[in-house]
Each structure stands twice: as C-alpha cells, then as structure tokens.
C-alpha cells in the first residue's frame, strides 16, 4: 500500500496540470480566464523539410506521423532542457499534437484547441502564464518515439503566454532533430547490424537485429591462452539502445578501470521497437524477439567473435526495463543462458506493478478512494518523498503525443509488449482505457497476467522459482523512484517460499533491497558488485 505520507505528498503534486480533484476538475471557486480566441501555432516546414517528410510516408510505421508541440518552462525549476526531450518526470509540462498527412505540407499546419483530432495536455491552455521554450517536431515513427535522429523539428524558441490574450506563435520546420551519427569499427569496438528474416516475416516490415560489440584488451593478444571467449549481453534501459556500447568501451579504454571490468566480450544489444522496448518477449505485436535473438542471431555473434558455446559463459545484465528483460531471458531460455544480474526491473510482480495491483483494481489512476496513484518519487528527506508525477499524468503526457498508447513511451510499450493483438485494427489491444484509466479485465487476465514473472514462481516453483533461485542476482533500492521495489520485494518472498516448501537449493542467486537507494543510485551500486561476481563466472567459463 501506499504510505500516509505518500498520499500527503500526492496532495502537493501540481506541475502545469493544476492540483488534482476528483474527476480531475478545479473547484468550484476557482474562476477561469475566458479568451476570445485561444491560442495557436503557425508551423511552415521549408522545402527540405517537405522532402524529407515525403521520405518517411514511404516507410509506413505502426505509429501514424504527428506534429507535435513540446514546452517547457524557461525560468522554472526543471533546469536547462530542451522541449525536445519530453515527457518530463521530475514536472510535467504541457504537450500538443496532432495528426497529418502530405496536403498539409505545402500551406503548413496550424495547431490550436479548435484543431480536428487535437490531443493535448493539458487540455485548456489558456491558464498557461509565463516564459516558456517552444520546440516542434514532426514524428513520422522512424524509431521508437518523436526523439529519433532524423526527424523534421524546428528551432527552440522563447514564447510568452498569458491567461488574458490569445497569441500567435510561429514556428519553422527546417532542420532535422538530430542527426545520427556515423558509428566506425575499431580494433575494440564493432557495430553489427544484421537483417532479420525471422522479426520481418512476422511483422511484415523490415527489422534488423543491432548490437555494439566491444572487445577486452586481450581478444587480439596472440599469447593469450583464452581463444574463445565469455560473452555478456547488456540490454540497455528504457530509451537505451546498443549505441551505449561506446561506455563499456570507454571503461576498457581507461587504465584505471580496464582490471576492474571482466575479460569478456560484451554485447550491448538493441532493445527498441517503434512500439517501445520490446523485452525480447515473444508478443503479438512486436514480433518474436526473444526466439529470434537466441535462434537467429545469437549464433552468428558466437561465430563472429569466437565466443564459448557454452549456457555458462552467456551472461545477461541490465538495469529497469533491461533488468526485467534479462530476468525474462533467463526463465524463457534457460538452456542458453547461465546467469541473470538485475538491477531494478521494471515489475516482476502485476499485483504491484507500481503501486497499482493490476488484478484487483479497477483503474490504473486512481484507488477506490479516488486517490492518485503515484508514478514517480523524490526523496526531500530520509523518510519522506515528493510525489514529482502520478500515473495519469504520465499516461497523459502519452496520450498528447500520440493516441491510443502509440506514443512509444513506457505505458504503450508495455501495453504492446503484454497485451494480444487486436485483428480489426493490427494494434495492440488496449489493456486499459488512457482516458479514464479503467482496466480492461479480459486483457490484463489473458494476456498480460502471461509475464508476470511472481505469478510464474509460483506456478512453477521447480522450473521457474529453481532457475530464479539458482542463477538471478536482483538489487533494487527501498526508495526506488518508480516504486519497483514493491514487486521486487513480493518476487523476493515467492522465492524463498518455494524454496522452503520444494526444499530447493539457494545456489549464487540473490534478491536484496539496498536501503536508501534510488532507481538511479542503486545502478551505481550494482556495478560495483557485479563487475567482481561476473569476472568470477567469466574466468571459470570453458576455453572453447
């Protein structure tokens, strides 16, 4: 449950959404300015802009282009951000967008609360007041969200808005977001991209598997005894990709941590889908990732890199929603992976996914008291946190990207990760309704209950709850910011209740809670740890 001074701390979220009330109104005291006119944007998109447009409608997406129109407060405590980086969890800040199609580029494209197909949050903006940092971006569902290197945007601009005057805002499309930046070979560092006919034949668009490979100081040492090597696949956090290869490399490179990190080759893998982060999960949406990573181009790596053929020399690592995807690796396919290290996994238990319990209530908002449920903390003191976002803000900073959970961020991913595919539309079936936050029964039952790592411990102590128990290392902090330590905490007790009742051997695997740490400083911690158990296991691998 959520602590007393959770809820009080909930009380004082307000961000540019307001206070929360029940059903989300202001009270009845509270007046409201009323314009004549509301505010709107111009957007002109230059020539070169229109070409590349033109381009991206020639590679059709699952999520459907947008223009999108990002602020952020230019004088407020958030710190000096781009617009571009949104949604924003420490304060969340106003999003608009909406849908285009080619007819709209040559006489440009207007935004305002009267516009067709409008999703906005907040929805009235009229109450905005303030300098605030202005930033569109048309998202043609090049990669996972509207921050993919090469989508169409426009400069940063400084607007100021008040609730007593409507305005016109002009914006120019004319450069790309960002441009991604020419990856080269090096004697330690190679970058694969391989295409996959299993991924493409399944989702009926190309897909290739990535990865950053980096290799230890001695893999070209010809007086090394070693001439096969260990392997560990890192699978990169929510909005990581295989590019985070470059920090491995980088550490080798540094005399001062090359001893520290083991003798291994590591392959940092690509975990991005333009529906979200996949988690190797075999879905209905995103394609059979996990059996096409194992089958299909995890023995062309072993081949290419001369690594051992051998479960015990295939290590998997990963932090938030790479922790969760190297747990689900592991128990998926037990046969090619020796060993797990976890650390802060997105839930691994859906009756505390968060601080929602998503077989007993009724909405992903709120509970039967009409209480936020929050998303993401701060602590302000050694026992008390700040409530910074609740999970209807968060879903609705989604929804004012792109509708219907296709935004790419983490409640869409997941929902496309866990829930079946609808055959009328070819989407994901919606696990919830992302206005009002009512939960879909059939779909959380059927087909999201299918990954919950807990309820599997528990319906196979001896499979699943033995492989967890023997081979997983799990560390998450007790002021996790996103609470993920509750569910940690229930898998925890699955664990050693199965063990006690099957009489299962405890092996090197581990759960433990490091208190006082945070989702991001319990990182930190788990790699100074890990870094000496890994090199444990990568020395006693086999030489072949």
């Not at 006489?107 to 305002?112: K, R, V």
């Not at 059979?288 to 053929?309: H, I, K, Q, S, Y």
């Not at 302000?380 to 879903?395: F, G, Q």
């Not at 699955?494 to 006082?516: F, T």
Request: aromatic share 8%; proline share 9%.
């Amino acid at each position: 449950m959520v602590t007393a001074l959770q809820i009080i701390a909930i009380g004082l979220t307000v961000g540019f959404f307001g206070p929360r009330f029940p059903g989300g109104q202001e009270p009845p005291s509270a007046p409201k300015q009323v314009r004549p006119e509301p505010d709107r944007v111009r957007i002109t998109i230059t020539p070169a802009m229109r070409d590349a447009i033109r381009f991206g409608f020639s590679n059709p997406s699952p999520r459907a282009p947008r223009v999108i129109l990002l602020l952020a407060e230019a004088d407020g405590p958030i710190g000096d951000i781009d617009p571009l980086d949104a949604p924003f969890f420490r304060r969340p800040q106003p999003i608009r967008s909406i849908p285009f199609d080619l007819s709209d580029l040559d006489e440009g494209i207007e935004i305002s609360e009267r516009s067709p197909e409008l999703s906005s949050v907040p929805d009235d903006w009229s109450r905005l007041a303030g300098r605030f940092k202005i930033r569109a971006v048309v998202d043609l569902g090049l990669g996972r969200d509207h921050t993919h290197p090469g989508h169409p945007a426009s400069a940063v601009s400084i607007v100021e808005l008040a609730p007593d005057r409507s305005d016109v805002l002009d914006l120019v499309v004319d450069r790309r977001s960002e441009v991604e930046v020419e990856r080269r070979d090096s004697d330690d560092l190679v970058w694969i991209e391989r295409p996959s006919p299993m991924l493409t034949a399944a989702l009926g668009r190309p897909i290739s598997h990535r990865a950053g490979v980096v290799l230890p100081p001695a893999y070209r040492d010809a007086d090394q005894e070693r001439r096969f090597w260990p392997v560990i696949y890192r699978i990169p956090g929510f909005g990581g990709d295989h590019t985070s290869a470059l920090e491995i490399a980088e550490m080798y490179r540094d005399p001062t941590l090359r001893h520290s990190i083991p003798e291994a080759v590591w392959i940092v893998l690509d975990p991005e889908d333009v529906l979200g982060h996949h988690g190797f999960v075999d879905g209905d949406n995103m394609g059979p990732r996990g059996t096409a990573l194992v089958e299909e181009f995890m023995p062309w790596l072993g081949r290419r890199f001369r690594l051992v053929d051998d479960p015990r020399a295939r290590i998997l690592y990963g932090h938030s929603s790479g922790g969760w995807s190297a747990l689900w690796l592991l128990v998926q396919h037990p046969d090619t992976f020796g060993s797990a290290f976890a650390s802060a996994p997105d839930p691994v238990d859906f009756s505390r996914f968060g601080t929602v319990d998503l077989y007993r209530s009724t909405s992903i908002f709120e509970d039967e008291s009409q209480d936020e449920y929050p998303s993401y903390r701060r602590p302000i003191s050694p026992d008390l946190d700040r409530v910074a976002m609740t999970i209807r803000e968060e879903v609705e900073m989604e929804e004012a990207i792109a509708p219907e959970l296709r935004s790419g961020e983490q409640w869409g991913a997941w929902n496309a990760m866990f829930s079946g595919r609808d055959p009328r539309t070819a989407r994901p079936l919606l696990g919830f309704d992302p206005e009002s936050g009512t939960i879909d029964r059939e779909v959380v039952d059927r087909d999201w209950s299918r990954f919950d790592l807990t309820a599997r411990v528990r319906a196979d102590p001896v499979g699943t709850g033995r492989i967890l128990r023997e081979r997983a290392r799990i560390l998450c902090g007790d002021r996790d910011s996103f609470y993920l330590e509750r569910a940690v905490e229930s898998l925890q007790a699955a664990l050693d209740a199965v063990g006690r009742e099957h009489s299962l051997p405890q092996g090197p695997g581990y759960v433990q809670i490091i208190p006082n740490a945070t989702h991001g400083s319990v990182a930190g911690t788990a790699m100074q740890r890990w870094m000496r158990e890994i090199s444990e296991i990568a020395s006693r691998s086999p030489l072949r």
